[in-house]
């Protein structure tokens, strides 16, 4: 019902046309394809979008396989899951000390703190020696 298209090489002027606003013009990412080609993308997501809506169309496959938008958003979801963003998966938050460790529902701590930040903050250990982290999230 609420797809997400990533245009590639686009920017978010590439929606507009003319001539962008200040803010925009000064901090916005420089496109990659010309506005006539966004556009295009642009107005075939839309075209897409209003047939499943409308006619109930499902067989579009712009909006059921967005695989050239999931190859762009990718490597954002993963940042999102090894930080724990808890939009994708809210935190166990128990009273106990530790979280629950297998719980499907819930975020038991931050996967990259739990596999990175010991090793990073040890440096180089000596031969045999293992860090073992217990990351877990807690409400404050």
């Known amino acids: 019902m609420f797809p997400t298209v990533a245009l590639d090489g686009g920017s978010h002027m590439s929606f507009m046309s003319g001539t962008p606003p200040s803010a ?18 642009i107005a075939s997501a839309m075209s897409d979008f209003i047939e499943v809506i409308v006619h ?3 067989t579009k496959p712009k909006l059921i396989d967005t695989g050239n938008s999931q190859k762009i ?28 460790v297998n719980d499907p529902t819930c975020l038991h701590g931050s996967p990259w703190s739990q596999s990175q930040t010991q090793n990073i903050m040890g440096g180089t250990l000596p031969k045999g020696i293992t860090l073992v982290n217990d990351d877990n999230f807690h409400m404050v």
Do not use: W
């Not at 925009?24 to 993308?41: F, N, W």
């Not at 993963?78 to 963003?85: L, N, R, T, V």
């Open 24 to 41: 925009v013009l000064k901090r916005d990412l420089k496109p990659e394809i010309s506005e006539t080609a966004a556009h295009q993308q």
């Open 56 to 58: 109930k169309d499902t």
């Open 73 to 100: 958003l990718q490597p954002i979801l993963d940042a999102m899951k090894q930080e724990g963003f808890y939009k994708l998966k809210p935190a166990c938050g128990a009273s106990a000390l530790v979280n629950p």
